[in-house]
């Protein structure tokens, strides 16, 4: 550091003075530190020389030079760190595009698993499985292409049905199709103990009275895993054509 005298040349009075190291300022050794006062970032320094008192302008040329030296390092630092953020900023969208991209190209090349299961080999049921088969395929899910598709029937057996039940819960399928009633209360018994697998049902008379969790006034109040739609039948309506057909019925059977 440099020190300058503002009341004659330094080292006046015939004083020797021999510098020493004193809060990293060189000092003189008869030189006592008093008040400080600070002017154009210098600091204004009152000591006592020999009883005297003395000013001294203390001039940090070092620091200053280290300050200057720090402001310009923090000056690259901080153009590096905008350049940086300006650069990863605009590789985002492309980043998360070839991500989505990715993604897509993996679905894509998935073969799902589905299980189509039937009661019986009906001419009603055969149309609902053409159905179901032919709108996959119109969306891009054809059999041995991207639809690995197996079909299961029970041929109007109870006893198999439930055994089908069990194999496709337990077949590690992606999704599970059933058409009729019965197919949809087998497997719907043995998905709810099972995995859970998504389970789509159709050409169900009252899905309600199936007893599969569907609350009939709650249409959103079913198992989250399920899903499908029924065909009400007009029961009233088939009654009334009856007995206008026949003004004498009185027993009618079901069968």
Known sequence: MYVKSLFGRPGGNGFRRRPRRAFGYPRTHEMRLGTRQYIDGRVKVICKIAGNDSAFLIQPVPFTRMVDSFKRLFLGIALIATASGILLYSDLRSRNRSQQHSRQAAVAEKQFRVALVEHASQPALEDGVRGVTEALAARGYSAGGRLLLRRYNAEGDWAIANSIAKDVVGGNYDLIVTISTPSLQ??????????????????????????????????????????????????????????????????????
Do not use: C, W
């Open 186 to 255: 087998t497997v719907a018994n043995a998905n709810k103990f099972g995995s859970k697998i998504p389970h789509v049902f159709g050409l169900v008379s009252d899905p309600y009275s199936a007893g599969v969790g569907i609350n009939p006034t709650n249409h959103l109040d079913h198992p989250p895993y399920m899903a499908g739609y029924g065909t009400m039948q007009p029961v009233a309506d088939a009654f009334k054509m009856a007995r206008q057909t026949r003004p004498e019925l009185k027993t009618v059977g079901l069968v």
